[in-house]
Structure formats: structure tokens, C-alpha cells
T-cell receptor
Framework: NAGVTQTPKFQVLKTGQSMTLQCAQD?????MYWYRQDPGMGLRLIYY???????DKGEVPNGYNVSRLNKREFSLRLESAAPSQTSVYFC????????????FGPGTRLTVT | QQQVKQSPQSLIVQKGGISIINCAYE??????FPWYQQFPGKGPALLIA???DVSEKKEGRFTISFNKSAKQFSLHIMDSQPGDSATYFC??????????WGAGTKLIIKP
């Protein structure tokens, strides 16, 4: 039981490049989330998916797109990376109706130069 | 934007002491108030959570105290140990099943 897995662990991009962050969970959770974490700002929700086939914007969605490929997988895409997107990105999942109990992946540290 | 305000930003406590982290919120429609613990290089992990109809919840050395009228809740870590050194986040679950997060407190326990 791996929980929530994320790939890659580290990534360096040049401004304007694109990339997709992958996330998968094996806990049969319906809800999945993408956050970014910046120093002194806690976690900010980028997008979430309440169930397979649905996605909704969070607090900071600009510059990102998501795909809920199936119940297990939720990917985050940066179409044209900007230095302001340098951050640590976390994927999380939870059972429906229990958002307070989220399970997090190990994170992806992204640097945009 | 609803807010959860967390203090202090950083905290140094001697081993064996009590660590106290405070949070205040603005919205009365929150359903759960969890605390998460994060070690360097790892994702946050749920530590303990409380419902708004309960004033206190204890799990081992960790206690949440909740004051509904003051819209405040706090985490107490009794007999703090060096292994408790981590960043702690408070949060609140809103009616859309999203978490509103505090900014975090970096806790250092000195041996």
C-alpha cells in the first residue's frame, strides 16, 4: 500500500517550458487535491477533484490545468512555466466528505529559471 | 477569502516543556479543525482533528483546545521531545469540503 505517490521528486524548468506533474493514490479515495507550498504562506489549493470526471478551481488556479484521468490518478500541468511557479507541489487525497483527513504525497520541488 | 490565522511563526521550546500553537478563524461555518505535522522534505500528515461541538480532544501528548465563542483553537504538545521538531499547520474544513490552511509554525525542541 503505497498511499499517495508523486513524480518527479525534483524538476528544473526554463521559463516558457511545459511539464506535467503526476499523482496517484491506491486508497480508493474519491477526492484529490493539488497544492503549492511557499515559505510563510502555508498550503494553497490549486485545483481539486471531488470525484472521477470532475475538477474545480481552488485559490490559485492561474497558469495550471489538471486532468482526473481515473479514480487513482490526478495530474497537474504547467503549460508555460514562469519563475512565480517555483514552489513545492503536493498532491493529496481523501474520502468523500472527510476533507479534514487528507493524505499527502512526498511533494515535487519545482524550480523555474 | 476566508482566513485562518496562525501564531507564532516559529517557536523554540526546551525538551520536556509545553509547546502551544494558536489559530483563529473568521467563518462560523467550518465543520472540522485539523492539525497537521510536516517534517522537512515530507508531505503534511494529519496529527489530530476536532469538531466544533467539542471543547477539547486529547491524543497522547497532543491536545486540541477549542473555543467556539472566541473562534480560536490551539494545539498543546505536552512533554515536548526533539522528535516533535517540525512545522505544524492548523486548518479548517469549510462547507465545500476544502481545507483553509494557517501559514504554519516551525517548532524547534531544544535537547
Amino acid at each position: 500500500n503505497a498511499g499517495v505517490t508523486q513524480t518527479p521528486k525534483f524538476q528544473v524548468l526554463k521559463t516558457g517550458q511545459s511539464m506535467t506533474l503526476q499523482c496517484a493514490q491506491d486508497m480508493n479515495h474519491n477526492s484529490m487535491y493539488w497544492y503549492r507550498q511557499d515559505p510563510g504562506m502555508g498550503l494553497r489549493l490549486i485545483y481539486y477533484s471531488a470525484s472521477e470526471g470532475t475538477t474545480d478551481k481552488g485559490e490559485v488556479p492561474n497558469g495550471y490545468n489538471v486532468s482526473r484521468l481515473n479514480k487513482r490518478e490526478f495530474s497537474l500541468r504547467l503549460e508555460s512555466a514562469a519563475p512565480s511557479q517555483t514552489s513545492v507541489y503536493f498532491c493529496a487525497s481523501s474520502l468523500t466528505g472527510t476533507a479534514y483527513e487528507q493524505y499527502f504525497g512526498p511533494g515535487t520541488r519545482l524550480t523555474v529559471t | 477569502q476566508q482566513q485562518v490565522k496562525q501564531s507564532p511563526q516559529s517557536l523554540i521550546v526546551q525538551k520536556g516543556g509545553i509547546s502551544i500553537i494558536n489559530c483563529a478563524y473568521e467563518n462560523t461555518a467550518f465543520d472540522y479543525f485539523p492539525w497537521y505535522q510536516q517534517f522537512p522534505g515530507k508531505g503534511p500528515a494529519l496529527l489530530i482533528a476536532i469538531r466544533p461541538d467539542v471543547s477539547e480532544k486529547k491524543e497522547g501528548r497532543f491536545t486540541i483546545s477549542f473555543n467556539k465563542s472566541a473562534k480560536q483553537f490551539s494545539l498543546h504538545i505536552m512533554d515536548s521531545q526533539p522528535g516533535d521538531s517540525a512545522t505544524y499547520f492548523c486548518a479548517a474544513e469549510d462547507s465545500n469540503y476544502q481545507l483553509i490552511w494557517g501559514a504554519g509554525t516551525k517548532l524547534i525542541i531544544k535537547p
